[in-house]
């Protein structure tokens, strides 16, 4: 079921704890602005279930690159691919598309 892909299931299911690559502005869209210029890096490490938050609007605290707003970093995940690396907590997450389309790949 897609259900479980939604940010709510995400957040509160086992995969929730998992480390994902977060890259700012990539892949570069064309409505893209400039980049902001402060924050360390372009790349960042996050839990899975704080990128959820961050995606709902609710920046968490207890990340420091995520925790604040900024209009200028849109922070992306991009290379995020679970089915990739299964285990115990991918196990339950089904694939985003129809398995017709995952052999053509």
Sequence with gaps: SMAAW???ALRG???GDQIVP???CAPLR???GPRAGSVQSRSI???LWQL???ARGLPPPC???LGRVDVHRQWRVARWQPWLHASAATADLPAP???SQLAAV
């Design 97 to 99: 598309w129809p398995d």
């Design 52 to 54: 959820c938050d961050y």
């Design 45 to 47: 490490q996050a839990k």
């Design 13 to 15: 299911a086992a995969v």
């Design 63 to 65: 990340h420091k690159a």
């Design 30 to 32: 064309a409505t893209d």
């Design 22 to 24: 977060v890259d700012d």
């Design 6 to 8: 939604r940010l709510e």
